[in-house]
């Protein structure tokens, strides 16, 4: 079976606060790929990162960094010093090596107030 | 902008209907996904072509069938149509392996009335 789970479904923090969004996943595959994706209000699906299972090294990006535990089966994402524009819905997706299906999580909404 | 477009952005039609979603890929990209976002089901996966075959199906309804034309692009058809079929169309392609991103279009938004 494949399963995200992203249980934090909304979130808000003031401008300059770190956040940290929570992805859990399930795969019975031991190889298996992990995606992170923004909807913001404009409502296009944006590609944040991809990360295969066996790469555990946490990545940085400008504001952005991801933490893929295999131990725990997680791939959480946060982001250091929110600002508005940060504001949407964030979604973690799962493939894993023995299908094409590409599932994803509810999503969690992400509001930056100012 | 994705590379990805879909016609149209919006539809509204009646009960019992039956509609045409449109999908072409990115220059390049012979993997198309198709995605149905609504509020009480999330995103979720309908159907995925590679080249004109059908490689992958997810939760698509019966009154659902797509397929992928020789040029690539794809086309949604749902027919039939239920209240609760109205949700947030999306396309997406890729290159076509497993570990590549998608890129989705922007969708088409279906209310059914």
């Known amino acids: 079976a494949q399963k995200v789970t992203q249980a934090q479904t909304e979130i808000s923090v003031v401008e300059k606060e770190d956040v940290t969004l929570d992805c859990v996943y399930e795969?019975?595959?031991?190889?298996?790929?992990l995606f992170w994706y923004k909807q913001p209000p404009s409502g296009e699906l944006v590609f944040l990162i991809r990360?295969?299972?066996?790469?555990?090294q946490n990545e940085i990006s400008g504001r952005y960094s991801w933490n893929f535990q295999k131990s725990t089966s997680s791939f959480n994402f946060t982001i250091t010093a929110s600002q508005v524009v940060d504001s949407a819905v964030y979604f973690c997706?799962?493939?894993?090596?023995?299908?094409?299906?590409?599932?994803f999580g509810s999503g969690t909404r992400l509001l930056v107030r100012p | 902008d994705s590379g990805v477009t879909q016609t149209p952005k919006h539809l509204i039609t009646a009960t019992g209907q039956r509609v045409t979603l449109r999908c072409s890929p990115r220059s390049g990209d012979l993997s198309v996904y198709w995605y149905q976002q609504s509020l009480d089901q999330g995103l979720q996966f309908l159907i995925q072509y590679y080249n004109g075959e059908e490689r992958a199906k997810g939760n698509i309804l019966e009154r659902f069938s797509a397929q992928q034309f020789p040029d690539l692009h794809s086309e949604l058809n749902l027919s039939s149509l239920e209240l609760g079929d109205s949700a947030l169309y999306f396309c997406?392609?890729?290159?076509?392996?497993?570990?590549?991103?998608?890129?989705f279009g922007s969708g088409t938004q279906l209310s059914v009335l």
């Open positions: 997706a799962l493939m894993m090596d023995s299908s094409y299906k590409l599932i």
């Open positions: 990360r295969n299972s066996f790469d555990e």
């Open positions: 795969t019975r595959d031991t190889t298996y790929y």
């Open positions: 997406a392609s890729s290159v076509g392996g497993r570990s590549e991103k998608l890129f």
